[in-house]
């Protein structure tokens, strides 16, 4: 059996890009993360957070911006599988939709350890 020749590097790249650009311009979950990402970062910018506070918030942009793509192919194939209602197919859509939604809370807690602090001292509470 041959191997399949692998495309060019740069192609790959391409093909990555696509899946999340894709992913930004249609699913609205995304949209709702990145929005989320952007005003964290307004919010850092404003309270001067420390070096290892900014590396803190850019590991859960991507890690849950991560797990919201990879949510976005496990409904994909789902999807392309089977069209019917299946038990298992629901169960793989919502044990990926479940992941996105821990790391979600966990990186609100965790926003909130750094922020709250520092809005308290802004807002003289």
């Known amino acids: 059996m041959r191997k399949r020749k692998k495309p060019p590097l740069y192609q790959s790249f391409g093909y990555a890009f696509e899946g999340l650009f894709f992913c930004i311009a ?18 850092g910018t404003l309270f001067q957070i420390s070096v290892t506070e900014w590396c803190i918030c850019l590991l859960l942009f991507g890690l849950i911006l991560a797990l919201e793509l990879v949510n976005t192919a496990v409904e994909a194939v789902v999807d392309l599988v089977t069209e019917e209602r299946k038990p298992l197919a629901k169960i793989a859509k919502d044990a990926a939709a479940g992941g996105v939604l821990i790391a979600a809370i966990m990186a609100a807690l965790i926003g909130g350890i750094i922020f709250i602090p520092k809005l308290a001292v802004f807002l003289k509470i």
């Open 26 to 43: 249609k699913e609205r979950n995304m949209k709702i993360h990145c929005v989320a990402a952007i005003l964290v970062t307004l919010a």
